[in-house]
């Protein structure tokens, strides 16, 4: 079973900060991904970016990066240079890299809100 | 870049009526998509994984009487919510995954907000 935990349920940051969100999951899985989504008001779910569980590097893109400690099962997602268009719910997930498990199970999100 | 496409965007309809909601992977072939759903202020919950050509499989205490899913092509796949009630309403959302699409992502529908009266 998969379990992915975000502690907090709201967050603030100024217009031009960074901003860190927190993640941790567990898993039985050896192998396994690592995603963070975003979700505006509208509903729709935007990929943000991806960390697999062999992979040696963080990944980044653009102003995202993803803090990943394997040691400690946490993925953290970090966004720079927040912008008030970054207002949003930020759902952390993660799917096994098993072909036959691929869904993916998310965490409660957590509702970051740029300030100006 | 993949494109998911999900119909209707929106339904608003009486008790007793049956829904049904249409995901389309629009520029690739999916063998498998997601039929998720989130109640407000809630995360997403994985409801069923529908396989082409098979049936779906359900995630427990999901009824799979009243969510009837179908995956007749590799490129669609319907979720049918039979008799709807007011415990219904939700925000519905498929994602598909690309055939030997490795390790990326998978793309989502815009979903579809159901409110039954």
């Known amino acids: 079973a998969q379990k992915i935990t975000q502690t907090q349920p709201g967050m603030f940051v100024q217009e031009k900060e960074a901003v860190t969100l927190d993640c941790t999951y567990d898993?039985?899985?050896?192998?396994?991904?690592l995603f963070w989504y975003k979700q505006p008001s509208s509903g729709e779910m935007i990929f943000l970016i991806y960390q697999g569980s062999y992979d040696q590097q963080n990944a980044t893109e653009g102003r995202y990066s993803l803090n990943f400690q394997k040691a400690r099962k946490s993925a953290n997602l970090v966004i720079s240079a927040s912008q008030l268009g970054d207002s949003a719910m930020y759902f952390c997930?993660?799917?096994?890299?098993?072909?036959?498990?691929?869904?993916?199970?998310f965490g409660s999100g957590t509702r970051l809100q740029v300030q100006p | 870049g993949a494109v998911v496409s999900q119909h209707p965007s929106r339904v608003i309809c009486k008790s007793g009526t049956s829904v049904k909601i249409e995901c389309r992977s629009l520029?690739?072939?999916?063998?498998?998509m997601f039929w998720y759903r989130q109640f407000p202020k809630q995360s997403l919950m994985l409801m069923a994984t529908s396989n082409e050509g098979s049936k779906a499989t359900y995630e427990q205490g999901v009824e799979k009487d009243k969510f009837l899913i179908n995956h007749a092509s590799l490129t669609l796949s319907t979720l049918t919510v039979t008799s709807a009630h007011p415990e219904d309403s939700s925000f519905y959302i498929c994602?598909?995954?690309?055939?030997?699409?490795?390790?990326?992502?998978?793309?989502f529908g815009d979903g579809t907000r159901l409110s039954i009266l």
């Open positions: 994602s598909a995954e690309k055939q030997d699409s490795g390790n990326q992502p998978q793309h």
């Open positions: 997930a993660m799917s096994s890299l098993d072909t036959g498990r691929r869904a993916l199970t």
């Open positions: 898993t039985s899985d050896p192998s396994y991904g």
């Open positions: 520029d690739f072939q999916a063998t498998t």
